[in-house]
């Protein structure tokens, strides 16, 4: 059974950065995307950032290009979220969410819906 333990939130004030964690354990074999989604209140999951484990390959959303930085450490399965520049908007609970599959298909990043294991999620909070 894959379990997620994400850590790492928090409140910051706008301009302030946090770095979030995702441990993930029971993962069958190496190849598999790990990334980071986000609820707002009133609003759907968004998709923020994915990473590949084998080949390294990533996606962000246009909202956190150049703010965020995804990357993982394959020898202890845990992917990391570096954010800076935050902004109120950004206020959100994160999801760590893993599964077998490309993170990306041609120019088509995984949606929610391929995502099979997620962790309870963690609070960040950016005020104005």
């Known amino acids: 059974q894959v379990q997620l333990a994400e850590s790492g939130g928090g409140s910051v004030q706008a301009g302030g950065s946090l770095r979030l964690s995702c441990a993930a354990s029971?993962?069958?074999?190496?190849?598999?995307?790990m990334g980071w989604f986000r609820q707002a209140p009133g609003k759907g999951r968004e998709r923020v950032a994915l990473?590949?484990?084998?080949?390294?390959?990533?996606y962000y959303a246009d909202s956190v290009k150049g703010r965020f930085t995804i990357s993982q450490d394959n020898a202890k399965d845990t992917v990391y979220l570096q954010m800076n520049s935050l902004k109120p908007e950004d206020t959100a609970m994160y999801y760590c969410?893993?599964?077998?599959?490309?993170?990306?298909?041609?120019?088509?990043?995984?949606?929610?819906?391929?995502?099979?294991?997620w962790g309870q999620g963690t609070q960040v909070t950016v005020s104005s």
């Open positions: 029971g993962l069958r074999h190496s190849g598999y995307c």
């Open positions: 990473v590949y484990s084998g080949g390294g390959s990533t």
């Open positions: 969410a893993t599964e077998y599959v490309p993170c990306v298909i041609g120019n088509i990043p995984a949606a929610e819906v391929d995502f099979g294991y």
